[in-house]
């Protein structure tokens, strides 16, 4: 992994999903890079451990399904930094794992509520205080089950595609802001959200990337970081795939 130096200095980022996996390895990026960090995660012991290993500069519980927790956490982290430059959306839950037609109900609403609703809550806290200042990046974490649809994995893919749809009409609406709003959508890789399926759901998504592995954590991040860095000045309301040949479109 390349280190680009000093790349995000004088930048602060609210990271979701902060406390593990994607987003915590996305923080130990930016701030190896220049960066400040803020870390929201539901988890409050593996918060703790990544601030202390990171350096945040602030931390927050959230439930970021919950916009009072999600409104109270914003007007925090407004109040820890000069501005807040940078949102990833890195929060997200699998779900059941089950056909359609015994889907649990509240197993939908709660992956619902928790990857689409909880990506439109943070956008909606800290995208006009960007637009304000005239500068600003945001990137939502999807998945390529958000364009594709996975079998057994409804509820999953449907809140992965509003999240794409949301980040093109976010996308659209700040263009001329200076926020630049994206979206990823990476194929299955190694992260704590494998432990919420069964291997034989696993073994799927693998059988479906042509080259024949899962990805790594860093591939997704090093996308992400050019996404939130000045380099990415006219990619706006866009997907961006970390998929090994999987989707191609």
Same mark, same amino acid.
Request: hydrophobic letters at 45%; one cysteine or more.
């Given at each position: 992994?390349?280190?680009?130096?000093? &790349?995000?200095?004088? &930048?602060? /980022?609210?990271?979701?999903?902060?406390?593990?996996?994607?987003?915590?390895?996305?923080?130990?990026?930016?701030? /190896?890079?220049?960066?400040?960090?803020?870390?929201? +995660?539901?988890?409050?012991?593996?918060? /703790?451990?990544?601030?202390?290993?990171?350096?945040?500069?602030?931390?927050?519980?959230? @439930?970021?399904?919950?916009?009072? @927790?999600?409104?109270?956490?914003?007007?925090?982290?407004?109040?820890?930094?000069?501005?807040?430059?940078?949102?990833? $959306?890195?929060?997200?839950? #699998?779900?059941?794992?089950?056909?359609?037609?015994?889907?649990?109900?509240?197993?939908?609403?709660?992956?619902? +509520?928790? $990857?689409?609703?909880?990506?439109?809550?943070?956008?909606?806290?800290?995208?006009?205080?960007?637009?304000?200042?005239?500068?600003?990046?945001?990137v939502n974490?999807?998945?390529?089950?958000?364009?594709?649809?996975n079998p057994?994995?409804?509820?999953?893919?449907?809140?992965?595609?509003?999240?794409?749809?949301?980040?093109?009409?976010?996308?659209?609406?700040?263009?001329?802001?200076?926020?630049?709003?994206?979206?990823?959508?990476?194929?299955?890789?190694?992260?704590?959200?494998?432990?919420?399926?069964?291997?034989?759901?696993?073994?799927?998504?693998?059988?479906?990337?042509?080259?024949?592995?899962?990805? &790594? #954590?860093?591939?997704?991040?090093?996308?992400?970081?050019?996404?939130?860095?000045?380099?990415?000045?006219?990619?706006?309301?866009a997907t961006?795939? #970390?998929?090994?040949? &999987?989707?191609?479109?």
């Amino acid at each position: 992994m390349t280190i680009f130096a000093g &790349r995000f200095a004088g &930048r602060t /980022a609210v990271i979701t999903g902060g406390a593990s996996g994607l987003g915590l390895d996305v923080a130990r990026r930016l701030v /190896a890079e220049g960066g400040a960090v803020i870390l929201w +995660d539901f988890d409050e012991a593996a918060l /703790a451990k990544a601030k202390a290993e990171v350096g945040a500069i602030a931390t927050a519980v959230v @439930d970021v399904a919950s916009w009072p @927790d999600v409104e109270a956490a914003a007007a925090a982290a407004k109040a820890a930094a000069p501005a807040i430059d940078i949102l990833v $959306n890195s929060a997200g839950i #699998t779900g059941p794992t089950t056909p359609v037609a015994d889907f649990p109900l509240e197993g939908w609403h709660k992956v619902i +509520d928790v $990857n689409l609703s909880g990506t439109f809550h943070c956008c909606r806290a800290l995208a006009g205080a960007m637009a304000a200042s005239g500068y600003g990046r945001i990137v939502n974490v999807a998945s390529v089950a958000g364009k594709e649809g996975n079998p057994n994995a409804s509820a999953y893919s449907a809140s992965k595609a509003g999240v794409l749809a949301l980040t093109k009409s976010l996308g659209k609406e700040l263009a001329t802001s200076g926020v630049l709003v994206n979206a990823v959508t990476p194929a299955v890789f190694d992260s704590p959200l494998l432990a919420q399926m069964p291997q034989s759901q696993v073994d799927f998504m693998r059988s479906r990337i042509p080259m024949g592995r899962l990805g &790594r #954590t860093e591939e997704t991040t090093a996308m992400i970081c050019f996404l939130l860095s000045e380099e990415c000045s006219f990619s706006t309301a866009a997907t961006f795939d #970390t998929s090994g040949g &999987r989707t191609t479109y």
